[in-house]
């Protein structure tokens, strides 16, 4: 390191440190800095992901800037705390930060955050001071709420001024919950106070996991590092999908999403808890007070869910669905354990009146790929799984004598990869069905090696964006065997293998504990060569519900790997052929012209692909109020329309129960394909060598 170099560091650390001690909110900041098991970990981590790792990179100056852009964006993601001049006084470390990883120098990082904790203390104090004013929620303004891609404040007023609104927009939210004036502000000074604390609480293993996860981020986003403490909360956080409400939860900023809604679970069978839902406040069933979370830690959120089976839990929530400026909405949940049956497959029989003739269409609806590994390992012969599973339902089926069958993957994110390879045994005879490669170039083939069949007969795999993983495997397969139809959205686009090292099996040291590390070592390729990566599986037969600017899935994710190709392997092709889509495709668009209940599902989706990627949110009372209602009255509206009041899909005792649109609608596309394979004078399931 050059004499100038080392002096621009000095001057650096210099001021960071009479900032940090300028700028304290209640106590000093700790004084933190790297550990000496942080540099056993770094070399662990270096060394494993430079062995195994399926993405070929250097640790150099151009990945130290993207790096520094990585740590930056992890500390400040929407801009609300740095100033430009912060962001251009770390530039003197944009070619330090690969010195950092390889060499263990550390304390780059570490400055950079004991300036940020500096920065939130500076807020914290602004919008404390702002809750004594009175806000006149009569003057039309707006807050930006996505301020990622915007210019970072150059001044102390500018940043004022986005705090002022930020403040406006909070005490706006809870007085539209009919929450008092003392009560708002008792709710707000604690949540801003909590910011503050939970920074100071920060210590040398927090810091050290986001910076390490900064340059993970640069190589792909399925690759992170565990803290020691969070190895230890990541089980808490499993056991509360299977023990607690059922859902698994993320942090995005401040608040604390829901994930996931793991299927059989009280969040899912309640319908009051969904994907992308912020939890603002927790109460217990004997609590008629919430605890406000928001800027809480995971892990503090996770605990106050937690609790006995039978116990209810309140949540406060501010809806998906409802976007940015969404009202806060009470819900309570009864904890209880997700037991395998409701995890398990199920199927049903409905029928479909099609050209005035009557089809029976057989559903078997998979929301995972499991199998009770346990009792697998103890010999019982009736153990538990998909394929066991999905097998008795298709003897149940073929009993009903059905004319076609639908295999919902709609939300199902994976599993067993063992399981998604034998379940595609069950339409084929045997082959291979997926391909996966390592970071050495090795191609390893998984086939199905049991040449007994259980269904021959039409078949559709109805699949969503959510669909991923093991969904994606099973689905591609069918598409590239011409097996079946494929229907729905795109899908979710992972086709990575990840796997977790546990580096403190590495350490000398019983005392020291070094985390883990999960890294991505291989990526799965279908048997025609192609990739399910970043494109997902593209259906057959498109419902349009995803919008053209619309991205989701692994293409939204930041340095998602790219899709690639390999050789292709030998397997059968069946009767599926690009005329039997065509055929079928074109009396799908032909139906759905004149299906009102389908295109006013599709209106839902655009009303909420709308509310949910606002920009800004009025500060105006009068405008939210007209929002609110507007977005309400309008998805009721549609929601009437599905109502299910014929008797048809899904029709229960009650006579208000919503129907499946898309499942009806892929049920009328199964009965086309029976009808079209039919004229072929095909009524099983024909190979043809490719």
Known sequence: MSTLTTKLLLTCVTAFTLFAASYSYSTTTNALAPEKQHNRATKLITHFLDK????????DNSLSDQILSSYIEALDPNRSYFYQKDIDSFQIFRFKLDDAISKTELSPPFQMFRLYQARVDERVLFA???????????????????????????????????????????????KLADKKPAEIKETLEKRYKGIA?????????????????????????????????????????MSLSLEGIGALLRTDGEYTVVEKVIPGGPAELSDLLHSSDRIVGIAQQDERTFKDVVGWRLEEVVQLIRGAKGTDVKLQILPGDEGQAAKIKEIKITRDKIKLEEQAAKSEVIKIEE????????????????????????????????????????????SEKIDALILDLRGNGGGSLTEATQLMGLFIDEGPIVQVQDSSGHIEVHRDRDNNISYYGPLVVLVDRYSASASEILASAIQDYHRGIVVGETTFGKGTVQQLVDLNNFSSSND?????????????????????????????????????????????????????????????????????????????????????????????????????????????????????????????????????TEGNLNKLDDDDEFIDVLLDETAHIAADLSKILEAKNSSSFVYRNH
Not at 52 to 59: L, V
Not at 140 to 151: F, P, V
Not at 375 to 394: F, H, I, M, N, P
């Open 512 to 644: 020291v504990k070094l985390g883990q590390l999960k890294a991505t070592i291989a990526q799965y390729f279908r048997i025609d060569g192609g990739s399910t990566q970043h494109q997902g599986v593209i259906p057959d037969i498109d419902f349009k519900t995803i919008f053209q600017d619309e991205e989701h899935g692994e293409r939204a994710l930041k340095n998602a790997l790219p899709a690639s190709e390999i050789a292709a392997v030998e397997h059968h092709i069946g009767d599926i052929d690009m005329q039997v889509i065509n055929h079928t495709s074109e009396r799908h668009k032909n139906r759905i012209k004149t299906n009102e209940k389908f295109n006013s599902l599709l209106e839902i989706f655009q009303l909420d692909y709308k509310v949910r990627n606002q920009k800004t949110v009025s500060l105006l009372e009068s405008t939210r109020k007209k929002e609110y209602k507007n977005v309400e009255a309008t998805r009721e509206e549609y929601q009437a329309l599905l109502k299910d």
């Open 355 to 398: 050209d005035n003739q009557e089809y029976k269409i057989g559903i078997v609806d998979v929301p995972t790929f499991y199998i009770d590994f346990a009792a697998y390992q103890r010999g019982e012969k009736d153990y538990r799984s998909t394929t066991r599973d999905v097998d008795k339902l298709l003897t149940d089926l073929k």
């Open 52 to 59: 195994y790792h399926y993405k070929d990179f250097n640790i």
């Open 128 to 174: 404390l001071d702002q809750l004594k004013t009175k806000f006149d929620f009569e003057v039309d303004e707006e807050l930006i709420i996505d301020r990622s891609e915007l210019d970072w404040a150059n001044s102390n007023h500018e940043l004022n001024e986005i705090w002022r609104k930020r403040v406006k927009n909070d005490v706006l939210t809870l």
């Open 197 to 237: 604390k939970r920074s100071e609480q920060i210590d040398a293993e927090d810091v050290y996991q986001l910076f390490i996860n900064a340059f993970a981020s640069t190589l792909e986003p399925h690759t992170n590092y565990l803290s020691p403490r969070t190895s230890e909360n990541f089980e808490i956080r």
